[in-house]
């Protein structure tokens, strides 16, 4: 079985680019990061059970679907393939999560994999436990090098509708937001609205964060590990379950295409049964399993 995440002829294309602390500090990842986690707070003074509902419908589209299954799994690692179709809409629900178009996204974590706990990682603890869990947004220079990054992604550069999408990715999880206070408005009132979009949007969005960088702190630290890579990573049983089945991540790290990261029965992965519905139904394809 291949081991490599990257698609046929990417990586000789790209230049030299490696993660590193800038004296500049990203006073727009900091407001906006600030603005959700406020609004994460606010969230726990709204509320309602129907906020609840639209809170976990919201999180298994953007965080399962969005940032698991097609971010990370099929446009990061192509381990399957769907329709055209299927492919863009959950790309468009990853955008939800609000952690960066499918092409920075992807890009960067494919360069995670190249310099895996190496200098130029993007973000390994072996640069401290802070910077791989957030400081590397606030503190590293890659955001500024958005066109040389796009160069591990050429797959998608190449694609018109990721390029736009590369642009307007805040555009899905604006709409929304506007949906559910619309929503909410003509159901139960202006109360209810503003409930439904802090529970579906903010406070999701601010979990959602934190979710996603402990795979890239937590489980670069502490767990077990199956298979000696060249790296620190482990499969960290709390991170899996949070994040639906990436928290095992020595083993995805030791065979990153495989579309199944739980590699034995009680190593749940619901991201992978998501997938594995997706092939019940004839729309997920070429799925690349690793068995024990």
């Known amino acids: 079985m291949a081991s490599v995440a990257y698609p046929p002829k990417a990586v000789p294309e790209i230049a030299d680019l490696v993660q590193a602390k800038s004296d500049e500090f990203n006073w727009v990842f900091f407001v906006v990061i600030a603005a959700f986690h406020l609004g994460a707070v606010a969230a726990l003074f709204t509320f309602r059970w129907s906020s609840v509902v639209v809170f976990v419908v919201m999180w298994l589209l953007a965080q ?3 940032i698991g299954i097609s971010y990370h799994r099929q446009l990061t690692h192509r381990g399957f393939t769907t329709p055209r179709w299927l492919e863009y809409a959950m790309a ?3 955008t939800m999560a609000l952690q960066g178009s499918p092409n920075y996204w992807v890009a960067v974590h494919r360069m995670h994999h190249q310099y895996t706990d190496k200098p130029g990682d993007p973000h390994s603890p072996r640069d401290g436990k802070w910077w791989s ?10 955001h500024s090098e958005t066109t040389t990054l796009s160069r591990y992604a050429p797959d998608l550069q190449r694609d018109e509708f990721y390029r736009w999408l590369a642009v307007w990715h805040w555009l899905p999880v604006t709409l929304t937001g506007v949906a559910l206070l619309g929503g909410g408005m ?9 409930s439904w979009v802090l529970w579906g949007v903010f406070l999701r969005v601010a979990i959602g964060f934190h979710v996603t960088w402990l795979v890239n702190s937590v489980t670069h630290m502490w767990g077990t590990r199956r298979f000696k890579t060249r790296d620190d990573s ?8 949070l994040t639906g089945g990436e928290g095992w991540h020595n083993n995805h790290h030791a065979h990153p295409v495989s579309a199944r990261h739980g590699m034995t029965w009680w190593e749940v992965d619901f991201n992978y049964w998501g997938i594995r519905v997706l092939a019940l139904f004839g729309l997920a394809k070429n799925v690349k399993v690793m068995r024990l």
């Open 133 to 142: 869990h957030m400081g590397w947004i606030l503190h590293g220079s890659l």
């Open 64 to 66: 399962n679907v969005g």
């Open 234 to 241: 482990t499969n960290n049983w709390w991170v899996a379950l």
């Open 186 to 194: 003509v159901l139960g009132g202006w109360r209810l609205g503003v």
């Open 92 to 94: 468009v629900c990853g």
